[in-house]
C-alpha cells in the first residue's frame, strides 16, 4: 500500500510537469513564472496531504520568540532529512516562499520536483568539488530572492545528518547569500527527520515519531564578515541547545 501511494504521487508529479512543460513552449515568461509558482504549492501539499492522510504525519510548529518576525530574513536551520524542505516551505512565518541551496543530483530524475528546482530559483549544487560554480549558484539564488521576495533557506552542514547529532556549520554559502542582501537570520531547530533517512524508515517509522520545527532565535542583520561568523556561531549554539532540549538531555 505505502509503495503504490508514493507511484500514485509521483504519476501524478509527473502529468503536472508536462503540462507545466507545455506552459513552457507557450506562454511569455511573467506567466511562466506565475504558472511555476503555482505547480510549486500543488507539490507541496500534495506531498504534505500525503504524508498527513496516510502516515498520520503532523509537524509541531514552536516558537521561542517574543518578538516580531520581520518581512524579509535568511534562515539557518539544521539538516535531519529529505522532508525538512517540504515542512519548511509550509511553516514559514508570513508565508513566505523558501528558496534551498540543494545538491545537483536533485535537478533531474524527480518528476515536478527536479523541475521545480531547475526553475524556481533555487541554488543547485554539487556535493564535492567546484566551490567556484557553487558560489556562483548560490549568488544567483540570492539575487533572485532579493529580487522577487523569497527566503533563502541555508542549512550550514552541508548535508543530512543520520544520527541527529549537529555537524559542523560551514560558512561559505551563508556569508555569500549575506553579500548579496543584508538580512536578519531567522534560526530554526529541526527534530525527528534524521529517524527517516533510508527508505525502509520511511516507511517503517514516518508518522510515528514527533516531528518539530523550532524557531529558536532572530539575529540582527549582520554589518560585516565578522558579525556573520559570529553569528552563525550563535546559531549553532541556539539549534545545539534547542534539540538538547526536545531530546529531553
Not at 513552457?24 to 492522510?53: Q, V
Not at 554589518?223 to 534539540?243: H, Q, V
Request: hydrophobic residues 50%.
Amino acid at each position: 500500500m505505502n509503495i503504490l501511494i508514493v507511484v500514485v504521487l509521483l504519476s501524478v508529479f509527473l502529468y503536472w510537469e508536462v503540462l507545466l512543460l507545455l506552459n513552457f513552449a507557450f506562454f511569455p515568461r511573467e506567466r511562466i513564472r506565475n504558472r511555476i509558482l503555482f505547480y510549486e504549492d500543488k507539490a507541496i501539499r500534495a506531498i504534505i496531504l500525503m504524508f498527513s492522510t496516510y502516515r498520520g504525519f503532523r509537524a509541531g510548529v514552536e516558537s521561542a520568540l517574543d518578538v516580531e518576525i520581520p518581512d524579509r530574513y535568511i534562515v539557518v536551520a539544521n539538516h535531519q532529512s529529505l522532508i525538512d524542505i517540504p515542512i519548511l516551505m509550509t511553516t514559514l512565518p508570513h508565508g513566505k516562499k523558501a528558496r534551498f541551496v540543494a545538491k545537483r543530483e536533485l535537478a533531474w530524475g524527480i518528476p515536478l520536483i527536479s523541475l521545480l528546482l531547475r526553475t524556481a530559483g533555487h541554488a543547485l549544487v554539487k556535493r564535492k568539488g567546484d566551490a567556484l560554480h557553487a558560489m556562483k549558484s548560490v549568488t544567483r539564488m540570492a539575487r533572485r530572492c532579493a529580487r522577487e521576495g523569497t527566503v533563502p533557506v541555508i542549512f550550514p552542514e552541508g548535508t543530512r545528518s543520520r544520527t541527529g547529532e549537529l555537524g559542523t556549520f560551514h560558512s561559505a554559502g551563508y556569508r555569500k547569500i549575506l553579500e548579496i542582501e543584508r538580512l536578519p537570520i531567522l534560526v530554526i531547530a529541526l527534530e525527528g527527520g534524521w529517524t527517516v533517512i533510508t527508505l525502509r524508515d520511511f516507511f517503517r517509522n514516518f508518522g510515528k515519531l514527533p516531528y518539530t520545527v523550532r524557531i529558536v532565535d532572530l539575529i540582527p542583520a549582520p554589518a560585516n564578515k565578522k558579525e556573520a561568523l559570529a553569528a552563525l556561531e550563535r546559531s549553532r549554539n541556539s539549534i545545539d541547545a534547542a534539540l538538547k532540549m526536545m531530546r529531553g538531555k
